[in-house]
């Protein structure tokens, strides 16, 4: 499943290619981290996160990867989305707050979580990676069917 992606709010000014690359370099970063810490197994979860940023991720396994979310099931995604606030100095994106939204179906079906919160990027060379997060995660509850 893609993640659908798309810019909110740009402080200083971006053209329009820059802005593109801007939104699949995050988008990149983000999808490797959920792809590594709640869609596969693996030894590395935090691809793309800093080093310091990554050690505070271990501390809170339970949230950031679907170790205890999950607890050993497999989940596909049924929802990815990033929402970028994008700081631009010199018409250079500098920083991103990105509002991140994972929705998780487990193998049965039969239970949905989602990952949603924020994460914080900086730009290292040509490459974004993330310093910061605010993150929630816990049982999706279905959506309300709107009547018609």
Do not use: C, H
Not at 24 to 46: H, I, M, Q
Not at 76 to 85: G, K, N, Q, W
Not at 104 to 116: F, I, T
Request: charged share 35%.
């Amino acid at each position: 499943m893609d993640t659908k992606a798309k810019v909110s709010e740009i402080t200083g000014a971006l053209s329009k290619k820059e802005r593109q690359r801007v939104v699949k370099g995050v988008t990149e970063a983000v999808d490797r981290w959920w792809d590594a810490a709640y869609l596969s197994d693996s030894e590395n979860p935090f691809p793309g996160f800093t080093p310091g940023a990554a050690k505070l991720a271990r501390g809170d396994a339970d949230l950031m990867t679907g170790a205890r979310l999950l607890d050993g099931a497999t989940a596909v995604a049924t929802r990815r989305r990033v929402t970028l606030d994008v700081l631009a100095v010199k018409r250079r994106a500098v920083g991103v707050t990105a509002g991140v939204l994972l929705v998780l179906e487990s193998g049965d079906g039969d239970k949905r979580y989602a990952v949603r919160g924020t994460v914080q990027l900086e730009r290292d060379k040509a490459e974004w990676r993330i310093f910061g997060y605010r993150i929630s995660a816990g049982p999706e509850q279905p959506r309300k069917e709107k009547k018609r």
